[in-house]
């Protein structure tokens, strides 16, 4: 089971940037999509943002333009770069890995947006 381990989180203030790694125990490449979710207290989780094998991304509607995914298959990382950040933007972001019927999650890294 390949391990992931999400950094980068933080507090800011609303309109600064953060930017998350997810560094993987193995290479990323076969893995069909890695994504980043995020889940708020007493919500559900979310996906925020993804990309897929060829390189498409996609992203949820609330982050669009303002958050970027990528990713390194030289450092087995996926980042997701975060500007413009809002109060509502405040999770426990968490990077996953989806290959066939299976996937792995990291542990989270917590995002606090201070207004």
């Known amino acids: 089971q390949v391990q992931l381990v999400e950094s980068g989180g933080g507090l800011v203030q609303a309109g600064e940037s953060l930017k998350l790694s997810c560094i993987a125990s193995?290479?990323?490449?076969?893995?069909?999509?890695m994504a980043w979710y995020r889940q708020a207290p007493g919500n559900r989780r979310d996906l925020v943002a993804k990309?897929?094998?060829?390189?498409?991304?996609n992203y949820a509607d609330s982050v669009k333009g303002r958050f970027t995914i990528s990713r390194s298959s030289a450092e087995n990382t996926v980042y997701l770069q975060m500007d413009n950040l809002k109060p509502e933007d405040t999770a426990v972001y968490f990077c996953?890995?989806?290959?066939?019927?299976?996937?792995?999650w990291g542990r989270g890294t917590q995002v606090t947006v201070s207004s």
């Open positions: 193995e290479s990323i490449l076969r893995f069909n999509t």
């Open positions: 990309i897929t094998y060829p390189g498409r991304t």
């Open positions: 996953a890995a989806h290959w066939s019927q299976s996937t792995s």
